[in-house]
C-alpha cells in the first residue's frame, strides 16, 4: 500500500482513502462501494415432531368424543325419556364402609387394623349379588389376641334396607358369624 499526499492539506494518506481523514477533501472521485445486505427472506416456520405428534394424539382423543355425543344425541331424539331417567344409586361405597366396620366390631385389637381398599377383583371389592344384598370382602393386616400382625381375609353379606346396612354374614380370617342364605348358592 503506498501512501499519497492530500491535495488540500499536503497529509500523508492512503492512495485507496476515499477523502482525507483530516480535512475531509475527496482524494477519488469514484463513488465510494457500499456493501448492503440481502434483504431477508421470509423463512417457513417448519412444524416440530412433538407438535404433529400433539395434534394427531388431540385428534385421537377429542373424535371418539364427540361422535360419541352425537350418538347419544340421536338416542335421545329417539326416545326423550331418556332425559327423565335417572341412574340406580350406587351404594357400594357405603356397604364397604359398613362391612368393615362390622370387621372391626369382632376383632382382638381393631385400633390396630389396616384394611384393604375397594377394588373389584378376586379378593377385594363389593358388589351387589340381588336387589338390596351386598357382599363385600378384602383383607386385613391387625394384631391378634397376642399382638402379632397377621393378615385375614374377611367377607361380609349385608342387607341394605332405608338407607342402612345389616349385617347378615361375616367371615373374618376363620371365624364364621351369622348364616348364608340358602337361596344364594355359595358365596363369592
Known amino acids: 500500500m503506498s501512501l499519497i499526499s492530500c491535495p488540500e492539506c499536503s497529509r500523508q494518506i492512503s492512495e485507496h482513502a476515499v477523502a482525507c481523514p483530516g480535512c475531509g477533501h475527496p482524494i477519488n472521485s469514484a463513488p465510494p462501494i457500499i ?4 434483504a431477508p427472506r421470509a423463512q417457513k416456520k417448519k412444524t416440530s415432531a412433538i407438535a404433529w405428534l400433539f395434534l394427531i394424539l388431540s385428534c385421537l382423543i377429542l ?3 364427540v361422535v360419541g355425543s352425537f350418538k347419544h344425541a340421536s338416542d335421545v331424539l329417539a326416545n326423550p325419556a331418556l ?8 351404594y357400594r361405597w357405603q356397604a364397604f364402609y359398613h362391612a ?4 372391626l366390631d369382632h376383632m382382638a385389637a381393631p385400633s ?3 384394611f384393604s381398599r375397594l377394588d373389584w377383583d378376586e379378593k ?3 358388589k351387589l ?15 391378634n389376641s397376642y399382638g402379632a400382625m397377621i393378615r385375614s381375609d374377611w367377607g361380609a353379606l349385608l342387607l341394605h334396607t332405608n338407607d342402612s346396612f345389616n349385617l347378615i354374614f361375616l367371615s373374618l380370617g376363620d371365624r364364621q358369624w351369622g348364616l348364608w342364605p340358602q337361596d344364594l348358592n355359595q358365596h363369592p
Not at 332425559?83 to 350406587?90: I, R
Not at 368393615?100 to 370387621?103: I, L, R, V
Request: some cysteine.
Open 35 to 38: 456493501f448492503s445486505a440481502p
Open 129 to 143: 349379588l340381588t336387589n338390596d344384598l351386598w357382599y363385600s370382602c378384602g383383607f386385613v393386616d391387625a394384631q
Open 63 to 65: 373424535f371418539p368424543i
Open 124 to 126: 377385594t371389592g363389593c
Open 100 to 103: 368393615k366396620n362390622f370387621c
Open 112 to 114: 390396630t387394623a389396616k
Open 83 to 90: 332425559l327423565d331417567a335417572k341412574p340406580a344409586p350406587d
